[in-house]
C-alpha cells in the first residue's frame, strides 16, 4: 500500500455520465491486482474523507492507473474535472481482488460502473473460452467492449443495446450450453444477488465484488460491513475495504 501524488494522465468522458481518468502512479501499479482498488483524496480542502475508486485497468510496465468514475456527488465532480498535468493524492492498491485460480474458463458479468472491475478482471483471467455478460441503463451508457480479450454480450435496460432484458437472461442461455469454471462479477446488489443465486443453483465457484460506501478504505471505520458466513455455519461480519471488496458468493449475504 503506497499514498502517492499521481500525476494525471488523461481526464475524458468514457461513456454517458462516466469518466475515465487515467494516473501515472508506478508505486502501486507495480502491487495492483484486478479487483482491487484506490482510496482518492478530493483536490479540495472541504472533502476529508477519500472516495473509493475501483481499478479498471493498469500497467506495471508504463506505471499507469485506469480508472472509470461516476460524477455523482460534489467530491467524484471535482476529481472529474482534474485535467492532465494536474496531480491527485491516492492511497492504493486496496481490497482483496479477483483471483482465478486454476480455471480455465472464466465468465465476466459486470453492471453500470460494475463493468470497471470486471475488465481488470478480464485482462487478467480471459481466455479464448471465457465470456463477458455487461448490462447498461442504455448504449449512451456503454463502455469496456472495444478490444476486449473475450466474447461479450450486452443487454441494456431501454434495448438501445442488445436486447431489453437484466444481463442474466444471456448469462442463464449460455449457461443452458456451456458450463464456465468460475464467475465473477461486480455490479449493483440485485444484480449480484441474482448470480449468486444462479452459481448457487448450477453449483459454479463465483466471487463477487461488493460496491459500498467507505469511510476510511482501510479497515478502521467499520463503516462498510457485510454479512459472511464462517465455516462452523455461524455469521459474522467482514470489511468490504479490508476483507474485500471481492468474496466468494457462498459466504456473503447480499440480504442481510
Known amino acids: 500500500m503506497q499514498d502517492v501524488n499521481a500525476r ?6 468514457l461513456a454517458e455520465d462516466l469518466t475515465r481518468l487515467i494516473l501515472h502512479a508506478p508505486e502501486i501499479a507495480a502491487q495492483a491486482k484486478p479487483g482491487q482498488f484506490v ?20 500497467d506495471a510496465k508504463a506505471g499507469t492507473l485506469t480508472l472509470a468514475i461516476q460524477p455523482k456527488g460534489r467530491g467524484t465532480q471535482m476529481i472529474c474535472a482534474l485535467k492532465a498535468g494536474d496531480t491527485v493524492q491516492i492511497l492504493g492498491p486496496l481490497g482483496t ?3 482465478a485460480g ?12 460494475g463493468v470497471a472491475p470486471v475488465c481488470c478482471a478480464m485482462d487478467a483471467f480471459a481466455t479464448p473460452s471465457s465470456h463477458a455478460f455487461f448490462g447498461f441503463r442504455s448504449a449512451r451508457h456503454a463502455y469496456g467492449m472495444t478490444q ?13 443495446l442488445g436486447e431489453k432484458a437484466l444481463v442474466t437472461k444471456p448469462l442463464l442461455e449460455d449457461l443452458a450450453q456451456k458450463r464456465p469454471d468460475l464467475i465473477m ?13 444462479i452459481a ?3 453449483n459454479i ?4 465484488s461488493l460496491e459500498e460506501r467507505m469511510g476510511c478504505g482501510i479497515g478502521a471505520c467499520l463503516g462498510c460491513n457485510v454479512k459472511v458466513l464462517e465455516p462452523e455455519g455461524a455469521w459474522h461480519y467482514a470489511r468490504v475495504c479490508k476483507d474485500g471488496p471481492v468474496f466468494d458468493a457462498r459466504e456473503v449475504d447480499l440480504h442481510g
Open 8 to 13: 494525471v494522465l488523461a481526464c475524458e468522458p
Open 39 to 58: 482510496q482518492m483524496l478530493v483536490p479540495d480542502h472541504a472533502h476529508v474523507l477519500r472516495r473509493p475508486i475501483s481499478l479498471m485497468a493498469f
Open 97 to 99: 481482488g479477483f483471483d
Open 102 to 113: 486454476n480455471a480455465q474458463t472464466v465468465y465476466f458479468v459486470g453492471g453500470g460502473v
Open 148 to 160: 476486449a480479450p473475450c466474447a461479450v454480450s450486452a443487454v441494456s435496460d431501454d434495448g438501445t
Open 185 to 197: 462479477a461486480c455490479g449493483p446488489k440485485p444484480m449480484l444477488a441474482a448470480v449468486q443465486e
Open 200 to 202: 448457487a443453483k448450477e
Open 205 to 208: 465457484p463465483c466471487q463477487l
